[in-house]
């Protein structure tokens, strides 16, 4: 029975040992795979003894058994510091290796004078062979390693547990349960007076609660992650989650950049409330984010921040995010993207200069109408700034509000088609010279294509076109040049045929005398619904103070 039981746990010791070496050996320090060959030698020596046929045979099968248990125990102490994060300082581990030599060395010289042993005795118990000893003072040395080895462990790991910012307590109470097995085995097997070894069995327990601990350690070990995120990437900070949130770990620059990082203990979830960087990590271990990076200004900084699922083993994944200082690159950035919109601006200033030059000379061909670009571009200032400000049409873009103004001098861009004859005629049309002057609204919106064609604003290109092609249609569908009705016709287009008709009521023509501000706001109100859209004659009437406004002091600067 117990050659069965040494037999296994000296198998399991040797399986132990290797997966420790391959599986682990990237992420855990040398003490580690020294404890499992030590307790490797010690299991081995217990199977050694149980065949042992002679004294000699069972003192050298002992010698093996020391050889390992010597050095358990400071092992197991090297190792609890290195779960807990604590540093050991080299003298003090020096010493613990020399003493332990010391150790081995008594307990291999049974002859050493009694001081040891004051005697050996081999006996067979059950089949299996034992070695009965009676110690001498000197074992006490071995105690002594046991106890401090053993205190020291606690000492740490009990320390740990008030550091839960960068220990994880789950991992401290695991390792407090792999020592108090290795005690409690080897209390049971000195007080028991059975005289059966059963420290193997405390051993292999041990050995199985060290190697979930690693696994579970490697999630934590930041430094080992991001070593290999390093590798991928360039230097930054980085923290770690598990699947369910809870914090693991994270170096200093992710303490430094993200100072409420410091509120999270290990093993403890977060508030995504509490930030934009824990909302932005809820999105990706929560949220299903599937954006792999996102952009966070703390103070004039910018970090970006890039989130990856690391596989650590079969049922282990770890939230990693990454995170690089990336202000120099996005300050520049800004700094390009506003030289950029300067020339833009420079640009487009230039092409409006142009476009309101050109129409500026088209009118001046007309003789009829001067001043009627600059006129009708002030009312729709006016007008289309009133229903910007009033939400008359929510879903309109800020940007088309603004092109709409744009667009007011291309209105009869179309006259560059309409012959001189006909254009500058200092009396009324006859119906053959009026369907010739209606041409100018399908001319207009021809003209106006070709000259924005290779324009990359798309929104004002489409805008201008309508307001030519479409300023001269009526909502009962009676205009020209397509007779469109009602909300067929562009809106750019609606809004523009209330600035055209204001201003030719109100201004003087060869044809006509300017009409007073009562008569020409009768004539439009009465067109609602007939000429004009009724909704937007509505509010074009509630902006009769500021346009009365505008005429008279343009019938000031005549006089």
């Not at 007939?530 to 074009?540: A, G, K, V």
Request: charge should be negative.
């Amino acid at each position: 029975m117990l050659n069965s039981i040494y037999t296994l746990s000296f198998i399991l010791s040797f399986c132990y040992l290797y997966i420790m070496i391959t599986v682990f050996r990237n992420r855990i320090s040398v003490h580690f795979p020294m404890l499992f060959a030590c307790i490797l030698i010690t299991n081995f020596g217990y199977l050694q003894m149980t065949g042992s046929d002679t004294l000699k045979m069972a003192l050298a099968a002992n010698q093996t058994i020391y050889l390992g248990s010597s050095f358990t125990p400071i092992f197991l102490f090297f190792c609890i510091a290195d779960l807990v994060n604590e540093k050991l300082s080299v003298w003090l581990r020096t010493l613990l290796i020399v003493f332990g030599s010391a150790i081995f060395f008594l307990a291999s010289s049974p002859e050493a004078g009694g001081l040891y042993y004051k005697s050996l005795t081999l006996v067979n118990n059950n089949g299996a062979t034992l070695l009965v000893k009676e110690y001498g003072p000197l074992h006490m040395m071995y105690i002594a390693d046991l106890i401090f080895s053993t205190a020291g462990g606690c000492y740490l790991i009990i320390k740990s547990l008030f550091r839960r910012r960068v220990v994880s307590y789950k991992n401290s109470i695991l390792t407090m349960v792999a020592v108090t097995i290795s005690i409690l085995f080897y209390g049971i097997e000195k007080l028991s007076g059975l005289n059966i070894p059963l420290i193997p069995i405390g051993y292999m327990i041990a050995q199985t609660i060290v190697l979930v601990l690693l696994t579970r350690i490697s999630m934590y070990d930041v430094a080992a992650i991001s070593s290999d995120v390093l590798l991928e990437t360039s230097i930054g900070g980085i923290i770690c989650f598990d699947t369910k949130g809870h914090f693991l770990g994270a170096d200093a620059d992710a303490y430094d950049w993200f100072p409420e990082v410091h509120r999270l203990n290990i093993d403890s979830g977060f508030n995504k409330d509490d930030s934009d960087f824990f909302k932005q990590v809820w999105k990706w271990i929560f949220g299903h984010d599937t954006e792999t990076s996102a952009v966070i200004e703390r103070e004039g900084k910018f970090y970006l921040l890039e989130h990856s699922i690391r596989q650590e083993n079969k049922f282990k994944k770890v939230h990693v995010i990454f995170m690089r200082d990336e202000t120099e690159s996005m300050t520049y950035n800004q700094m390009l993207e506003s030289t950029v919109e300067e020339k833009t601006r420079t640009l487009r200033k230039m092409q409006n200069d142009i476009i309101l030059g050109m129409a500026s000379t088209v009118e001046d061909r007309d003789s009829n109408t001067g001043g009627h670009i600059l006129r009708t571009s002030e009312v729709m200032n006016i007008f289309v700034k009133y229903l910007k400000r009033t939400k008359f049409k929510p879903d309109y873009p800020p940007r088309s509000w603004n092109n709409l103004i744009k667009a007011a001098p291309l209105h009869d861009f179309g006259k560059i088609g309409v012959p001189d004859v006909i254009l500058n005629k200092p009396g009324r049309f006859t119906p053959d010279e009026y369907e010739v002057m209606q041409t100018h609204a399908a001319k207009g919106a021809v003209v106006v294509a070709r000259i924005l064609k290779n324009s990359d604003d798309t929104d004002f290109k489409t805008i201008a076109e309508n307001v030519a092609h479409y300023h001269h249609e009526k909502w009962d569908g009676s205009g020209y040049p397509e007779k469109l009705a009602g909300t067929d016709i562009p809106f750019e287009a609606r809004v523009m045929a209330l600035a055209d008709v204001f201003d030719a009521l109100v201004s003087k023509r060869v044809y006509k005398d300017s009409l007073s501000y009562d008569t020409a706001f009768k004539i439009i109100e009465d067109s609602s619904g007939t000429h004009f859209d009724p909704d937007l004659c509505r509010e074009f009437l509630k902006c009769r103070t500021e346009l009365e406004a505008l005429y008279d002091g343009y019938a000031k600067e005549q006089v």
